[in-house]
């Protein structure tokens, strides 16, 4: 079951997120039967959290709290957030601590790929927070963790989700240079809700991230996901589709918002099941090699099946 954080009588809450200590509380609306999960606590479960606390690792898993992380790492699946747990941003839906981060360890990358090495996974998932306070945005060690997965891990695939890397001339290129498997960047949101919802990014910025990938490199899939259930209509969404499409976006996901407590943006709806399927077919009609459409979808659940997919739909597509 997803637990929701009372920002009210939870100081840990509080502390991270400072920025939102004095916003009013938002109304929090009961979940629906489809979006109630499992409390996590298998043995495997608790083998891929004891690695990943060996390691002083983070994972955007526990960070944003997402209701997935009993299934995913009781099947050995985690998304590694690295940099650092601390983001110089402030999402209203994002569960992230924010602040001044730490300096960047630079024996990060090295830990990296030894856990991934250790955890045996056939696919892995490297995130970061956005690191503004950085001249790269973290570019450089971002690429070099990538490194040394390849070094240590050299069977395992890789995929990841980048920041926005927002005037960080030439941090875009060194990502997409260093040739993951998937590169993905979430649009999060439509764009007249980005104000309120990402204020610190750009619409057309990420969009146009995306659209470099395919330029610089056509043979790296690409992957983008939004929420729902944050005030935006099916005609935004349907707008969305098309812009990612026309920057060449393999792999769209949606999921319904949930918000991490009450200081964050409010849900304005819980969408139905039925709606998220016809999402899925009209993103299907609109060319998506892939298309992960549900409540419960998040851009990294799923993603080693998704990868096998995403290759067999281009090669059934292309032949190649």
Known sequence: MVTLIDALTKTPAELRHPEKRKRADTVVLKKPEWLRVKAPGSGQYNATRAIVKEKGLHTVCE????????????????????????CTRACAFCNVKTGLPQPLDPEEPGKVGLAV???????????????????????????????????????????????????????????????????????????????????????????????MVKE??????????????LGETREEVMQVMDDMRSAGVDFITIGQYLQPTRKHAAIERF??????????????????LMVSSSPLTRSSHHAGEDFARLKAARLSTTGR
């Open 216 to 229: 610089r490199d056509p043979n790296q899939f690409t992957k983008s996901g939004i929420m729902v259930g």
């Open 63 to 86: 960070e944003a709290a997402c209701p997935n992380i009993g299934e995913c790492w009781s099947q050995k699946h985690a998304t590694l957030m690295i940099m650092g747990d601390t």
């Open 117 to 211: 090495q250790q955890m045996g996974l056939n696919h892995v998932v490297i995130t970061s927070v956005d690191r503004d306070d950085v001249h790269d945005g973290g570019a450089a060690h971002f690429a070099e963790v990538v490194r040394q997965i390849r070094l240590q891990a050299p069977g395992t695939t890789i995929e990841i989700l980048t920041p926005d890397f927002l005037r960080k001339d030439g941090a875009a290129e060194v990502m997409i240079d260093a040739r993951p498997d998937v590169f993905n960047h979430n649009l999060e949101t439509v764009p007249r809700l980005y104000l309120k919802i990402r204020p610190g990014a750009r619409y057309f910025h990420s969009l146009r991230l995306l659209q």
């Open 271 to 288: 969408v139905t099941p039925e709606e998220f399927k016809a999402y899925e077919a009209i993103a299907r009609a609109k060319g998506f």
